[in-house]
């Protein structure tokens, strides 16, 4: 009896130790493993919402800004069901983008890019520098996708030889991952020929020649040449070493007179590049453009405009004074002057001292004495 007290109470077996034991570190271990689970499933978690929230965010600024087709009754958020805007009697003058609301977002917007077929439907900025939007999107928020941007080297005026953009290469196939994912392929590639740059003074429609699998270590940014010669040695090479061919075959290099580049990553190879090469076949004035200098012609006697920051116009006839005291104006390029702030002006003008008048800010005093009766010496 008491053999088995002892046994029971005291000195346990040295097996059931071991059990103790080795059950301690199989906790330790299932419990590093969870968290490290649940850190992996919140790391997936940030980066889908990342995807989600990017995507997201740019399908509202085209539903807001850019209505591709209306009478088709597609939305710009369906661009791989959306048809050529030919298709639906829509002419190249006819595609508007809302360019003050962009700018209210970014000031640094140049352009609108869309391309039929594909999810390439998006605004372009141009930054400082190639990193500035490589991680920040169009509303200036950092983010995985970043935004469609010029190369520095750019104007920004599509006025250059050879207009080069930048896009990332998204695992959800947003930017311009389609380049590399879609349209190396041959068929698919000759699908979707068709890139529509989009600015507030011309629509550009263009239609692509060539997609390049290369590396980042490859000098292909070339915005412009010194002669007619290298333009063309530069546009033979990248036909010569094209990974699709166009149906009706590549055209002449001489007949090639302003690219655009599309650049984006490549993952099937290390630090690789799919680049699309694209050149202008035609040009019209957007209907907005039109409409803009139409309604300037009809109003020349127009002194004000809107100051960014100061609310709407205000238009002279409302700020005539009750004394003979001239109105403060200002116009973009004209050397701003102040002879007495008006009641209600002082947020909209800047009262600066009188300054020496050019020509034209002279005919623009003239013309507000004239307005207002203004008796004043020049």
């Known amino acids: 009896m008491a053999e088995t007290v002892e046994y029971g109470t005291v000195n346990p077996p040295a097996s059931h130790k ?16 969870l968290v490290v689970f649940i850190g992996a ?14 995507d997201q965010g740019y399908k509202k600024v085209a539903q807001e800004a850019f209505t591709v087709i209306d009478n088709a009754e597609v939305q710009t958020s369906q661009v791989e069901e959306a048809p050529e805007p030919e298709a639906v009697g829509l002419a190249l003058g006819d595609l508007e983008v809302d360019w ?13 890019i869309y391309m039929p077929g594909t999810r390439i439907n998006y605004p372009v900025v141009l930054g400082r520098d190639n990193n500035e939007y490589l991680w920040t999107d169009f509303n200036r928020a950092s983010s995985r996708c970043g935004s469609i941007f010029l190369d520095s080297s750019n104007t920004g005026t599509m006025n250059d030889a050879n207009n080069v953009f ?68 530069y546009v033979q ?29 490549d993952y099937t190879q290390g630090d690789g590049r799919a680049v699309m090469f694209a050149h202008v076949v035609e040009t019209a004035v957007p209907k907005s453009a039109c409409r803009s200098q139409r309604s300037f012609r009809r109003r020349p006697r127009r002194l004000e405009r809107r100051r960014r920051g100061c609310g709407p116009v205000v238009w002279p006839c409302r700020l005539r004074a ?8 200002r116009c973009p390029g004209v050397l701003p002057w102040h002879a007495a702030p008006l009641p209600g002006a002082a947020s ?9 008048a050019s020509a034209r800010s002279l005919r623009v005093r003239v013309e507000a004495a004239r307005w207002f009766g203004v008796r004043q010496r020049f």
């Open 18 to 33: 071991k059990k103790k034991k080795g059950g301690g570190v199989w906790r330790v271990v299932f419990w590093v493993s």
């Open 41 to 54: 499933v919140a790391a997936l978690g940030y980066i889908a919402w990342g995807y989600i929230s990017a």
């Open 100 to 112: 003050d609301h962009l700018r209210s977002i970014n000031p640094d917007v140049k352009a609108w």
């Open 166 to 233: 930048y896009g990332h290469h998204m695992n959800d196939g947003s930017m311009f991952a389609c380049i590399s994912l879609q349209l190396t392929d041959n068929e698919e590639f000759n699908k979707h020929r068709t890139v529509y740059v989009l600015t507030p003074q011309l629509n550009y429609k263009c239609t692509t020649f060539s997609v390049l699998r290369t590396n980042g270590s490859d000098l292909l940014v070339q915005t412009s040449f010194k002669d007619e010669a290298e333009r063309s040695s």
């Open 237 to 265: 090479d990248k036909m010569t070493r094209s990974v699709v061919q166009p149906s009706e075959g590549m055209p002449k290099p001489a007949d090639i007179k302003q690219l655009i580049t599309l650049s984006t990553c």
């Open 322 to 329: 009750a004394t003979e005291r001239c109105v403060a104006v």
């Open 348 to 356: 909209c003008f800047s009262p600066l001292p009188r300054l020496r």
